[in-house]
């Protein structure tokens, strides 16, 4: 299965990486790691998280902070967001 990136979920990461680095930069380099690992791993194991709290996607628990939100398709897995958990969300 294809791994896609959306826009949003992109310019969601480079927001809090550049966060971190600016306080941590050792921790920005590992959450990025913990972040690509998680979502490469999707790819073979979609189904892996839990359901979503909106209907049709899919939460992965990366960090205790940190959730990858994801969409199975027919062909892909499509990462919508990176949110932090103590953002309200939806």
């Known amino acids: ?3 896609v990136w959306l826009e949003p ?3 969601q990461l480079e927001a809090i990486l550049e966060y971190i680095a ?5 921790a920005a380099i590992r959450l990025q790691a913990a972040i690509e690992n998680c979502a490469e791993g999707l790819a073979d194991h979609p189904f892996m998280y839990r359901p979503g709290r909106v209907e049709g ?3 992965a628990i990366v960090h205790p902070n940190y959730i990858l939100i994801y969409r199975v ?3 892909a897995v499509e990462i919508a967001a990176v949110v932090h958990a103590r953002q309200e969300y939806p």
């Open 22 to 26: 600016a306080r941590n930069e050792q």
């Open 57 to 59: 996607t899919r939460e």
């Open 73 to 75: 398709t027919v062909d």
């Open 1 to 3: 299965m294809k791994l």
């Open 9 to 11: 979920a992109l310019e």
